[in-house]
């Protein structure tokens, strides 16, 4: 009985109408007394009024409208045509490479593969495979064919398709970027800054180095500029100090180095100096090429994955202690100050 008379004032909410307040009121089950007296009230010939109460509720409880019902009926269709239609309207390209790694913590396999038309240049990169029973067969090693699948609406990627052409390779070692802890070595990849020259981080040895990675076209101010705002601002705050300034530097990386030449580099940074060339002496902005982009990247546990007309990528933050090793990382939770303070940190700390 508590759970019918709780229930009725739920399906008068949602039908529209308003219960009999009496009826909402009982919040407890009936006494026998009352149970005899309500069958007594609704089956004794003689008292229609009385019988009229559950008829008079009934006709209060107005259907509902056409207009509802068809809402109702267009959604019912439409949902899966909606689904049908994001599923049919994900792009596929072929795709060949060899497989360098593997991690089944992620399903994902990292493949070293060639140029993917309508997707990226030749790259090496970690692919979801859904298929688990593929994703055991497949080795470090192998060699293969596969299709991209690439959502319409620009979620994540993955394999499908994936055909193994060549198992002679197993048993090479494996080459897939290795995520840096701190007191590991950084690689030292060669970089083309914003002036044309090549530039190392071995330049760097003795100063603490804050790196950041963006792509000058990224249209999301939370993110790229976001990123290299931040940097402005630890370069106006490290710039109070002679001696801090001195012994730090700030590298921002492209990892979009068809479009981010050095003139667009130089152009980009300019427009974070505020117009003072000078600053690229304690600010580089540098890119490298395609192949050995993947490997720094990852290194870092960056993650970038280039779209129609964008690229996804996380947001992440290094600091390269002064003998060259990783002394922090950041992907999603930080400050000015915090970046500022860290820096300065490692200058002082160092023996």
Known sequence: MRGFVLLGPMIHALRGTRPDLDAVKIQKPLGGAARRNMSNHFSKPGRPERRCFAQKHARSRRPPTSAVVLVYKVLVLLVPTLTLFACAHSKK?????????????????????GDIPGFMSAMTMPY????????????????????????????????????ITDKSGRGETSHEPHLLLPGERVPDVPLINQDGRTIHLADFTGKAVLVTFIYTRCPMPNFCPRLSADFAKVEA???????????????TISFDPTYDTPPVLRKYGLGYLKGDGQGFSHWD???????????????????????????????????????GTLAKLWTDDW?????????????????
């Open 93 to 113: 390209v072929p795709m060949q490479g060899k497989v360098v790694g593997k991690s089944a913590t992620t399903s994902e396999i990292t493949v070293e593969h």
């Open 128 to 163: 979801v495979v859904k298929d688990p029973g593929v994703f055991r067969e497949v080795q470090s090693g192998d060699k293969i064919t596969a299709s991209v699948v690439l959502p319409a609406d620009g979620s994540n990627y993955w394999l499908e398709n994936v055909r």
């Open 237 to 251: 705050e490290l710039k109070k100090n002679p001696a801090d300034y001195s012994q730090t530097h700030l590298l």
């Open 285 to 323: 902005f540098a890119t490298t090429d395609g192949k050995q982009m993947p490997a720094f990247s990852q290194a870092f546990g960056l993650k970038y994955v280039p779209q129609s007309g964008y690229i996804s990528h996380t947001m992440n933050i290094v600091l390269i202690a002064p003998d």
């Open 335 to 351: 400050s000015v100050a915090e970046l500022a303070d860290t820096l300065k940190q490692a200058v002082h700390s160092r023996s």
